[in-house]
DNA sequence: CTGTTAGCGCCTTCAT
DNA sequence: ATGAAGGCGCTAACAG
């Protein structure tokens, strides 16, 4: 922080605005001074003060991303999708995590505040509560893969419901009846969602009582595995377990796998989010691939579409991203593939 | 128009300096003008404008991050140790990315500039040239994962070349004697060192002429996947692989899949950086666990220990982690069948 | 075309 | 204890 444009001027011999103006491209200058400028600044390792400019131009050049986590399958392709279109773009990121916690979550808001001039916030455990601090802010917000209906904000999403839907009557039509669910973490929307989709399909085929064949996750691979042993002691014991997500589901198959349980001959497995390393479990996972990268893609198209002021009257967006059916030998010894069943 | 201390100021009959020494705490007032100010704060919803705040300070409460990418595992890691140990001290955080591309590194270095307190650079193919540019900043500088000898710069690495070494030592004892080796991208010092380790280790072992044993990669599955092939048109073939990285080793694994060959029985293989999901690939992988997430949070300690002038005076940091053995099925079925190696 | 001037929002001497 | 005034580095009027 020390050479500043007036070093730059004074080195020059021109006014500070002559230098402004030949950096900036602003307006005509003579191409004698213009080379000088140049010159000088180079020679003095000009670099313009970011926080001057921003305090006149109301504007950053950057882009907050606000999720649960940063490490994690999921997270980290999403987070790919976002740099690339962010660099694409010109803008820089800040990315700060909540841990799905309410205080992290507030802190991280106050700390992006003002440094960035949009935010793509992603919290499927946000409450209302949370969601009525928001419009405090200056800056304009896209949301994903979390549920704000009351508010008028954009919101991208995975068909959470479609895609589980579709997924446990991909069980049903195996033969599987008695199909366990380990449910996501109980505040997450996302998570209850995908219940939801499990639970219209077990009911579309006259399946009562599902609730006894519901446990509780938290999407980790330890949760998975600890419900994976609670399901085992049931009798009769399911013959199909769809865990909430991928993570989950590699703990059911660990914990199957202590317990001598061949899969898919004895019980049958899915998980969800389709990630990359559900290919190389043991059995290979079925799943529902979830389009995590291009979700943070389109959130940082539509954002900076926002920042341009191209979309100043146009109605909130509220987008759900088709997800797609990854049938692999956890469910069937035979792979096919497909995408969702059309259920809106 | 937003909300300044001007405003606050004018809502609670004081001026701008009791402001900002109320909300600062910078020096003493009296009880009912703190309250006034506290309040008028609070109902205006007044957020103190940063970029104005860092005009002054000449600090921002930020660290910038430059790496080649934030997804897939290894850097998904690294960011959350990262993540965990700037929040812990309340840093914001800046994340870049070079994609192993100097004018994307220099473009990042440029977005970085001033807008961060200190930088973590992690480039493990920066050539001299690049290294030459960076003196131009003003912030610390911590270097992980790569090698700048000649600068003074706290640098904190990966013990990659023992890694390596007792890698290939641990095949060598396995009754291996061609072991072929997939290397990492050409200009990644840490890959360099990788292959170092592995030469090494078979020189001691008496064995000459490695480097037709020797096969380029790219740290990718892909690669991987393409050593293989071309390494299974051998005669005589190798009876083990060594990759550079665990995503050329899961390329590997799939290609002997398809290739009909069973591991660990026609061919041994082995990886490196003992990523988690190295436990679920058929079968699970031997590697070299690097502490990835420990790197990132040792980097930001020292950077912080740094922006507090705590290390004005102390010579840059030259450090290698430790890194451990992973020994799983992929080179010996003793790992998890409690067998007899069928080499002895 | 170019230089001078007035702020952007805030903190920090200075006076009072 | 409080207010007024002077920048931090830069851009954007406004004159010349």
């Known amino acids: 922080m020390r050479v500043t444009i007036r070093d730059v001027a004074h080195a020059a011999n021109v006014s500070i605005s002559t230098v402004s103006r030949v950096l900036n491209d602003t307006c005509v200058v003579s191409e004698d001074k213009r080379l000088l400028v140049l010159e000088a600044a180079k020679n003095l390792n000009y670099r313009p003060n970011p926080a001057a400019r921003s305090l006149l131009n109301k504007s950053t050049g950057g882009l907050g991303v606000l999720l649960p986590f940063v490490s994690g399958e999921f997270f980290s392709e999403f987070l790919g999708g976002i740099d690339e279109a962010a660099q694409k773009n010109d803008f820089f990121l800040m990315i700060s995590t909540s841990h799905r916690h309410q205080d992290e979550f507030r802190a991280a808001m106050r700390a992006m505040d003002k440094r960035v001039d949009g935010l793509i916030i992603m919290a499927p455990e946000l409450g209302a509560e949370d969601a009525a601090s928001i419009p405090s802010l200056d800056e304009p917000v896209v949301f994903v893969n979390t549920n704000i209906d009351q508010r008028p904000f954009d919101v991208i999403n995975f068909d959470n419901f479609g895609g589980a839907h579709a997924l446990t009557r991909h069980l049903l039509e195996l033969g599987h009846h008695r199909i366990a669910h380990i449910k996501g973490p109980a505040d997450a929307r996302d998570a209850q969602e995908r219940t939801r989709g499990y639970r219209m399909a077990m009911a579309e085929s006259g399946i009562e009582d599902?609730?006894?064949?519901?446990?509780?996750?938290?999407?980790?691979?330890?949760?998975?595995?600890?419900?994976?042993?609670?399901?085992?002691?049931?009798?009769?014991?399911?013959?199909?377990?769809?865990?909430?997500?991928?993570?989950?589901?590699?703990?059911?198959?660990?914990?199957?796998?202590?317990?001598?349980?061949?899969?898919?001959?004895?019980?049958?497995?899915?998980?969800?989010?389709?990630?990359?390393?559900?290919?190389?479990?043991?059995?290979?996972?079925?799943?529902?691939?979830?389009?995590?990268?291009?979700?943070?893609?389109?959130?940082?198209?539509?954002?900076?579409?926002?920042?341009?002021?191209?979309?100043?009257?146009?109605?909130?967006?509220?987008?759900?991203?088709?997800?797609?059916?990854?049938?692999?030998?956890?469910?069937?010894a035979k792979a096919v593939h497909g995408r969702t069943p059309a259920f809106e």
Chains 1, 2 share one sequence.
Do not use: W
Not at 299 to 327: C, N, Q, S, Y
């Open 210 to 332: 599902v609730v006894a064949l519901e446990f509780q996750g938290g999407f980790t691979q330890e949760s998975g595995h600890a419900a994976a042993n609670r399901i085992l002691q049931m009798d009769p014991r399911p013959s199909a377990i769809m865990a909430a997500n991928d993570y989950s589901a590699m703990g059911v198959l660990s914990a199957l796998h202590e317990a001598g349980i061949s899969v898919p001959k004895d019980v049958a497995v899915a998980g969800f989010d389709g990630l990359a390393s559900g290919q190389f479990t043991v059995p290979p996972l079925t799943s529902v691939r979830v389009p995590v990268r291009e979700l943070g893609s389109t959130a940082v198209m539509r954002l900076i579409d926002r920042l341009h002021g191209k979309l100043a009257d146009t109605a909130p967006l509220r987008l759900d991203l088709p997800v797609e059916l990854l049938i692999r030998e956890s469910t069937s």
